[in-house]
């Protein structure tokens, strides 16, 4: 275990479907591997069903809380606009955030009710300046020639907050939550989202 | 090397290690993952979903009392279900050691209702221990199954969201196998059949059994004290410790690992060694209102915290603290933003079965399930759910209460894992007490909301072995309702079903409307998406009227887009729709509601 590490603190949010559990579960397996305490909470259930979905994930030399306190979080890997936007509170004053530039449309914008949020980035910078760094994470992993690779590429833009922790864990994690079959493209996604900011 | 393991996943582990033979569960969040954990991963266990909680509860008594070591899950309400078997059991006691999981849901993020199930160790009158994240689950279980063999009790395991959902480092170690011999031995009548004249020995056998277990929650290892301060304490356990040390770790603790019986020496060290003590526990003043009773002084409890939802590090920080917290900033208000409520998928068959109901002016008695999201506008067509089963119970009620006013008028929808959890006996009443009800079956073939656990009606069990598959039919018969007034609906032909629907409302006799070939569109297996003509549907933009009918069905491919134009016989309109290619599935429902024909086979 490292010593005496005060706890830090990263909150994932996304829709249902795109992959944030992996991604969190990623940094699992990289945090242990760099021998740190973890804890991550998120709750499921509803959220196949195009709900929101949120992972508390926190490493350090000893966690308590499962969850991160409002106000606490130190990173935030959002997935999706909205659900970037609806965390920005949480976010401590210095925290570093990546934003991914995918818009999923809620129902009550679907139908005409409401508007879906514009200018989410600037937003962020108003409040954060340069710790705010865009991903098009769904343009990359089109470009990679799976949708499904956005997750990972996310993962990859993220490690580069991370410089003293090893890139192999991060490949090492990719290979042991994947199958076989997936590991190239996976690690190609790591790769170009690493590059991307 | 510590493995990472969700808290679910750390009570299959413990129990597996604890050498558990035979594992049963209903699902239900946040426990459903403990079930599949263990027949995914340890097959010397045997382990089944059973038809309910009840059921599962008995299932794991049977085996303990032919020695087996064993265990039973579920969510809070389903422990509700199998009190019935729970509050004898504590008076028969076990042989091999019996653990009974239940998973609380404080702030409700997936059940009907929020329950601290602290109570039923005080009313049944059974030790409970509560881990507070994954190594103690792992530990606790061990610990269960040795309490439960040496106090001749079944012991409660009671987990919340943020410990069973957690994942967090655990040590394992290896298995040991149970060395009860296993057999039924006819000659112990007088403790395990509950007749007046035995259960008034076991009765008392209650109370000495919970003053030993008094003795042994003051020796246990599982509740632990931490002095630091001398000025401030915190009483606590499982969830509640884990917010309260983060946010004052400078404070003394005692921790209760064991929650009942409560440690009464322990306790009254803690108030000599600390002088101001608090009483931080999520949901009920289950320990303060003890400790209060004791006659100790307790400096705050419910008075500050909350006694509903979840805590979290910041509620435990700002009642502690009142005034002198400061709220972080707000930049953004989240009030202000769309939710993102869930959604029926896009091709589910729920979707078109309840526009039908709707339009056929139903009022509609519903259950437990996906289907509960019905209720969300557009569609508002489910105006009832209570608990599993609930909806043709009550149905029959009403109808009985309004007489022919409600011939016509109302239904009982729920699922096929419901109908077969709570739904049979509803339904055999309303046959029986010449009822009118029209129940309907879903057709999941799978346990749905919960995440996709096989059940009597799929045809296979938890380890994917083909099995007997219930006809619902013939249940329909036996239990009396008439074969005329058994029906069968495709809830994708909206017309149709809402004719079948109002015919079987009218009659004054019981009826059961079963929908087919509408499987769960996440169940692959099932192949849901097979009977669709097209794989997907696109606006002709040259009819679309922008009139907003095919909004009315909630379809998570169709949004609204705004802008002038006009039809190509120059039908004005202020705004068209979009099919989302990503997502639609060629389910033909928005098709059958438009009236313009402007919905259209397309190509992927």
Same mark, same amino acid.
């Given at each position: ?197 | ?19 558990? #033979? ?85 702030? &409700? ?18 030790? @409970? ?32 969201? %943020? ?28 403790? $395990? &059949? ?9 009765? #008392? ?49 005692? #921790? ?15 108030? #000599?060694?600390?002088?101001?003590? $608090? ?12 400790? %209060? ?54 091709? /589910? ?170 499987? /769960?569109?996440?169940?692959? %297996?099932?192949?849901?998406?097979? %009977? ?14 922008? /009139?907003? @009918?095919?909004?009315?069905?909630? /379809? ?49």
């Amino acid at each position: 275990m490292k010593k005496n590490e005060k706890t830090t603190n990263i909150f994932l949010s996304g829709v249902g479907g795109q992959g944030a559990i992996l991604a969190s579960n990623i940094l699992g397996e990289v945090f242990i591997r760099a021998g740190y305490d973890v804890k991550k909470a998120e709750v499921h259930g509803m959220a196949q069903r195009g709900g929101d979905v949120t992972t508390h994930f926190r490493y350090g030399t000893k966690v308590y809380s499962p969850i991160i306190k409002y106000g606490d979080v130190d990173f935030l890997l959002s997935f999706e606009l909205l659900e970037a936007l609806r965390y920005i509170n949480w976010v401590k004053p210095d925290g570093k955030i990546i934003i991914n530039t995918q818009e999923i449309l809620p129902p009550a914008v679907s139908l005409g009710q409401m508007e879906y949020p514009q200018g989410v980035p600037e937003t962020f910078k108003k409040y954060f300046k340069d710790n705010v760094h865009v991903v098009d994470g769904l343009g990359i992993a089109k470009s990679l020639g799976n949708l499904q690779a956005q997750n990972v590429v996310l993962v990859g833009a993220f490690s580069n907050f991370f410089p003293k922790i090893k890139e192999s864990f991060f490949v090492d994690a990719i290979k042991k939550l994947l199958a076989p079959k997936l590991h190239d493209l996976n690690v190609k996604a790591f790769e170009a989202g690493k590059k991307a900011l | 090397m510590k493995e990472i393991m969700q808290g679910n996943a750390a009570i299959a582990r413990g129990a597996w290690e604890a050498g558990v #033979k035979v594992a049963a569960a209903y699902p239900g969040t946040p426990s459903s993952e403990i079930l599949k954990d263990v027949a995914d991963n340890y097959p010397e266990i045997y382990a089944e979903w059973s038809p309910n909680e009840m059921v599962a509860v008995q299932v794991a008594a049977g085996a303990a009392l032919a020695g087996a070591r064993a265990m039973a899950s579920m969510k809070h309400v389903g422990m509700n279900v199998a009190a019935d078997a729970l509050m004898t059991l504590a008076y028969t006691g076990i042989k091999g050691g019996l653990m009974i999981v239940i998973a609380d849901d404080p702030n &409700v993020h997936s059940s009907q209702n929020e329950q601290d199930s602290r109570n039923w160790a005080r009313f049944a009158k059974v030790p @409970m221990l509560e881990p507070g994240d994954a190594q103690e689950c792992y530990e606790f279980t061990k610990a269960a199954f040795d309490i439960s063999e040496k106090f001749d009790t079944p012991v409660l395991l009671r987990t919340v969201t %943020r410990i069973a959902h957690a994942d967090s480092l655990v040590q394992t170690g290896k298995r040991v196998e149970s060395k009860m011999p296993l057999g039924l031995d006819p000659k112990e009548a007088t403790k $395990y &059949v509950m007749v007046p004249a035995f259960v008034r020995p076991r009765r #008392k056998a209650v109370e000495e059994r919970m003053r030993k277990l008094e003795a042994f929650a003051d020796k246990t290892k599982i509740n632990k004290m931490e002095i630091n301060s001398k000025t401030y304490g915190v009483i606590t356990s499982g969830s509640a410790y884990m917010y309260a040390k983060e946010v004052f770790p400078e404070y003394s603790f005692l #921790k209760l690992g064991m929650v009942w019986p409560l440690p009464k020496k322990m306790i009254d060290t803690f108030f #000599k060694e600390v002088k101001k003590v $608090y009483i931080i526990e999520e949901l009920d003043p289950f320990f303060e209102t003890e400790i %209060r009773a004791m006659g100790y002084k307790v400096f705050h409890g419910k008075d500050i915290i909350p006694n509903m939802y979840e805590l979290s590090p910041e509620i435990v920080e700002a009642a502690i603290k009142g005034k002198t917290y400061k709220a972080p900033k707000v930049r953004v208000k989240p009030e202000d933003l769309p939710r993102r409520p869930p959604n029926l998928c896009a091709g /589910c068959s729920h979707r078109p079965l309840f526009y039908a109901l709707k339009k056929a002016g139903a009022f509609v008695f519903g259950d437990i399930g996906c289907y509960t999201l019905a209720v969300a506008p557009p569609i508002s067509a489910l105006h009832t759910t209570i608990c599993m089963g609930a909806g043709g119970g009550m149905a029959h009620g009403a109808s009985k209460a309004m007489g022919k006013e409600a011939l016509g008028k109302t239904v009982a929808v729920l699922g096929d894992s419901t109908f077969l959890h709570s739904g049979i006996l509803p339904l055999m009443n309303a046959a029986y007490n010449k009822g009118n009800t029209t129940t309907i079956v879903l057709d999941n073939r799978i346990t749905g909301m919960t995440g996709h656990q096989e059940h009597a009606g799929t045809g296979f069990t938890v380890r994917g072995e083909v099995a007997n598959q219930v006809d619902y039919r013939e249940i329909g018969k036996a239990i009396g309702v008439k074969e005329a007034n058994i029906r069968y609906v495709d809830p994708y032909n909206i017309k149709e079903t809402m004719e079948i629907v109002k015919e079987e409302m009218n009659k004054d006799e019981a009826s059961l409307i079963l929908c087919k070939d509408s499987p /769960c569109m996440l169940l692959r %297996r099932a192949k849901p998406l097979e %009977r669709f003509k097209s794989p997907l549907y696109a606006i002709n933009m040259d009819k679309c009227r922008g /009139c907003k @009918m095919c909004l009315e069905i909630n /379809c998570p491919a169709i949004s609204w887009k705004e802008g002038a134009g006009q039809t190509v016989d120059g039908q004005k309109r202020k705004g068209t729709v979009y099919i989302n290619p990503d997502q639609c599935v060629g389910c033909e429902v928005c098709v059958q509601v438009c009236k313009f024909d402007a919905i259209e086979p397309a190509k992927k």
